[in-house]
């Protein structure tokens, strides 16, 4: 792979702990993907392409922590609901018209729009896993997809999401220099029985790896499993092995203090996302319990779930409604502050992502995924200081330019990788057939 040069941004550095901080008139040298130094600019002679960065700020690329990207396919079809009707009423009804094509139309659309938001990594969770991979391996984008399944679907439905796994593991090794990983994929404790969540333990340590699963999503959720079967959800993932295996938890709005022994035992295998758009959309009662989780050394990561409830793939949103929503829960306005905001939507979705050693920052030995960022547009200016413009001022579309593992994937706010009108096209052709609610059934029913 040739060398790269990015010239004379601005670079956010993301500490581990403390302020970050912007360092002017940089230059970022990339080789074989890696990033090999960052030095003022001209210091260094480029080697290979030089991206002319000048007037624009270089962040780590963004990470989205948890979503199920072939749902932009049902953007804006499912408003105005509750918890219960969204997956009773339009969602699980919905997901009966899954194919591998329509999913595979999703996940480019989805690819795209992270692409263009200067989104370099995902975290997923869905069906037809594998066609999610092949979207990925097109666009250029990074992603740990983890195949979905109920215990609804038997035995031969939960082996079939493990091959799925070992499938795309082994794609991604290989034709994807390990941009593409996988992870394995219950869908949350209240549809997977603990059998299954045990077996999926049992599969993770033997083979290397991690779950990524839907628990203690709303606190009525805790009381409904408390009630059922004696235990939090937290409990059922501890008693089943799933912690012990290692595990990305997906929301943990209903983790309750009860949990802390064992969530801190676990620690440094666990991690959890929070996407607090849809909180506060389907009026859950509750956000993800950051200052707790982090008390105990478990990391955070910003996501956005589907778009199915989202509407967007925009960590960019999401991690401004992050800082939002947690001084709101604490009531603290001084928690949250815009330096551990950044720090959530990259370092701690790094560690989502099974990857804090790789992504997550812009430093010498990291991957070169990095986001170009424009600065000054009116809803910016004047800039006092540009990390809480990054929190609370940029949208999606002050994306410029975008690298993944040193790749230029989106240039001048154009996808260089793959044709976005063709796209555009294909996902407005199928997406009727997506949301037809004329069939009798649903892929399952929501009764936490």
């Not at 912007?22 to 230059?27: F, G, I």
């Not at 997923?124 to 594998?130: G, L, M």
């Not at 991979?133 to 035995?155: V, W």
């Not at 986001?371 to 009116?378: I, M, Q, W, Y």
């Amino acid at each position: 792979m040739a060398g790269l040069v990015v010239r004379g941004c601005s670079v956010l550095v993301v500490p581990e702990a403390g302020e970050c901080r912007v360092e002017e008139a940089r230059d970022i040298h990339v080789e074989d993907g890696a990033i090999t130094a960052i030095t003022p600019t001209g210091e260094l002679p480029a080697e290979g392409e030089v991206v002319d960065a000048n007037g624009l700020i270089a962040v780590p690329g963004l990470i989205n922590s948890h979503t199920h990207s072939p749902m932009v396919m049902m953007r804006g079809a499912a408003e105005d609901v509750s918890i219960g009707d969204w997956f009773n009423q339009k969602i699980w009804p919905m997901e009966v018209n899954l194919t591998p094509e329509r999913v595979r139309v999703g996940a480019r659309l989805a690819c795209a729009e992270m692409l263009l938001a200067g989104v370099t990594t995902f975290v997923d969770h869905y069906f037809h896993a594998d066609q999610i991979a092949e979207a990925a391996f097109e666009t250029g984008i990074r992603a740990d997809l983890a195949p979905t399944f109920f215990s609804s679907t038997g035995t031969e439905g939960r082996e079939a999401a493990y091959d799925t796994a070992r499938e795309i593991r082994e794609v991604g090794e290989s034709a994807a220099q390990g941009r593409i990983t996988a992870s394995l994929g219950p869908h949350a404790t209240y549809t997977v029985s603990d059998e299954d969540l045990a077996r999926t333990a049992e599969v993770a340590r033997a083979e290397g790896f991690r779950i990524h699963l839907h628990a203690a999503e709303t606190e009525d959720q805790t009381g409904a499993s408390r009630e059922k079967r004696g235990l939090t959800p937290i409990q059922v993932l501890a008693r089943t092995g799933v912690l012990e295996a290692g595990t990305l938890i997906a929301h943990g709005c209903g983790i309750v203090d009860t949990d802390r022994t064992l969530l801190r035992k676990f620690a440094d295998r666990t991690a959890v996302a929070a996407c607090p758009k849809v909180y506060l959309k389907l009026a859950m009662g509750s956000t993800t319990p950051i200052r707790f989780l982090q008390s105990l050394g478990i990391p955070v990561g910003v996501g956005t779930d589907g778009a199915a409830v989202h509407n967007t793939l925009d960590v960019w949103e999401s991690l401004r409604l992050v800082a939002l929503t947690q001084k709101q829960r604490e009531q603290d306005a001084e928690w949250m502050t815009i330096s551990d905001t950044l720090r959530l939507a990259t370092r701690g979705g790094a560690a989502a992502a099974g990857r804090a050693d790789s992504i997550g920052a812009l430093e010498v030995g990291r991957r070169a995924d990095i986001a170009l960022v424009d600065l000054s547009g009116p809803h910016c200016q004047p800039l006092h200081d540009p990390r809480a413009a990054l929190v609370y001022s940029v949208r999606a579309s002050d994306v410029v330019t975008v690298l993944v593992d040193g790749q230029v994937v989106v240039r001048d706010r154009r996808l260089t990788t793959i044709d976005l009108d063709e796209i555009l096209n294909d996902a407005r052709d199928l997406a009727h057939t997506l949301v037809d609610l004329s069939r009798d059934g649903a892929v399952q029913h929501y009764a936490p």
